[in-house]
């Protein structure tokens, strides 16, 4: 069966700090990765995605995530926060024909 | 503008009565789900359909019921069986149930049953 696993669930930061949130998946077949971001009190928003190709994606706001694909890890990064990143960031995997969430990542980023 | 309407923002129910949530979407997708979003546990699936007249089972489907007579509408009963069903729901569509079609929300409805 397909999971997602986000190690950290609340992380707390500076502006201008690097960020880095953990993400794993078990799942046999080809997997597409997603990451999502929850602004507070805006809905869900997609904010990368790998299908193939390059394992280094990039998305907005300066995000990027990098598939490593023997590590089952699709990690979120940014080189240098902003008190705007301030959100619920959440990992996600297609499998067969439905989309699977991780539990989520709270970040907190002051000013 | 194209998107998806989930209504309404809050809903308030007496244990023991049925409610049903509303989603409608006009981006014309195919595909249409339920999650039910809970503090620590991430998005969980309750039902997805992929066509009209067509759904199935999520992760938690228990205590819940769909219907998709319509493309742009999918709305959920969360019945009396349903345990535990103060929650937030959100709704939500892609073009196609397929591996690169990314998901659109809506911006949920927040059910609490006292």
């Known amino acids: 069966a397909q999971s997602v696993s986000q190690h950290n669930h609340h992380v707390i930061l500076s502006e201008a700090a690097s960020l880095e949130l953990g993400c794993n998946y078990s799942y046999g077949g080809t997997v597409n990765l997603f990451w999502y971001v929850q602004y507070p009190g805006q809905h869900l928003q997609l904010l990368l995605k790998y299908f193939s190709g390059d394992p280094l994606v990039k998305g907005i706001k300066g995000f990027e995530a990098e598939f490593i694909k023997s590590k089952f890890s699709f990690n979120l990064r940014k080189p240098s926060v902003q008190w705007s990143d301030t959100a619920e960031y959440f990992c996600?995997?297609?499998?067969?024909?439905?989309?699977?969430f991780g539990t989520g990542t709270r970040l907190q980023v002051f000013p | 503008d194209g998107g998806i309407t989930q209504s309404p923002k809050y809903l308030f129910r007496k244990e023991g009565q049925n409610v049903t949530l509303s989603c409608e979407q006009n981006?014309?997708?195919?595909?249409m789900y339920w999650y039910r979003q809970d503090p620590g546990q991430g998005l969980r699936l309750i039902y997805y359909s992929q066509i009209v007249n067509d759904f199935q089972k999520g992760d938690i489907a228990e205590g819940y019921s769909v219907s998709r007579e319509k493309k742009e509408s999918f709305p959920l009963t969360v019945t009396s069986a349903q345990k535990n069903p103060t929650a937030f729901y959100l709704c939500?569509?892609?073009?196609?149930?397929?591996?690169?079609?990314?998901?659109?929300f809506g911006n949920g409805t927040r059910l609490t049953v006292t």
């Open positions: 939500a569509s892609s073009r196609q149930s397929s591996y690169n079609s990314p998901l659109h």
């Open positions: 996600a995997v297609m499998g067969t024909d439905k989309l699977i």
């Open positions: 981006l014309n997708h195919d595909a």
